[in-house]
């Protein structure tokens, strides 16, 4: 049995309903449980989920595996900002086939940037500080594509917009299209129908 390989209360009565909750940071808990939740889900015959974002994003590793994992799902998926979505958690919501978001959440998009300690060896050597620019490039060369390909946006418009690094509200991030729909109601969307 692998350590992630429980959920608590909250989590199974919310995936009894086909929500999954991507609360908080974006870190190996979060990827463990987006598997978990993936994993039974096909197991299940793979219905139609919504997944709820509350997120203020973190690491760009974990997100990519969320986002892959996501994509990769055969049923519907909707996403659905209920109070924001920045940083890499607003790229994990442009693997959903549905984008909404509530009328007072946020959404960011901006630049990649080196999470967690970057040692003095690393720093000091050449190879490998150029590893790691390289790394960084690399993830920002992908997020580019997806937000381009999801909004429809030039590349150059994507990289203006990351430059900004300023939060969108719900209307701007929809005239962006970075969703499909601003929302008043979670009913709007039958949450929980799902038999």
């Known amino acids: 049995m692998n350590l992630h390989d429980h959920l608590d209360d909250l989590q199974i009565q919310l ?24 994993l039974r889900l096909i197991a299940a015959g793979c219905p139609d989920v919504f997944i709820l974002f509350n997120s203020t994003g973190g ?32 790229i994990i919501l442009q693997a959903c086939d549905y984008r909404v978001a509530l ?10 940037s080196q999470q967690g300690n ?26 580019y594509n997806i937000l381009s390909e999801r909004t ?14 300023t939060k969108m509200a719900a209307g701007e991030a929809l005239e962006f299209g970075l969703i499909d729909k601003v929302i008043e109601r979670l009913e709007d969307l039958e949450i929980g129908q799902v038999e």
């Open 59 to 90: 690491s760009v590793t974990f997100g990519g595996s969320i986002y892959d994992c996501i994509r990769a799902y055969p049923g519907k998926t909707t996403g659905v900002v209920v109070r924001q979505a920045l940083s890499v958690a607003a």
């Open 118 to 143: 970057v040692s003095l060896d690393t720093l000091a050597s050449g190879e490998r500080m150029n590893r790691m620019i390289s790394g960084l490039e690399e993830a920002q060369r992908d997020h």
């Open 15 to 38: 995936l009894n309903r086909r929500i999954v909750s991507l609360e908080e940071d974006v870190d190996y808990a979060m990827s463990a449980y987006v598997h978990e939740v993936f």
């Open 152 to 165: 429809g946006k030039h590349p150059d418009e994507i990289r203006a917009r990351c430059e900004k690094d």
């Open 103 to 112: 009328p007072h959440s946020s959404l960011l998009i901006h630049h990649v």
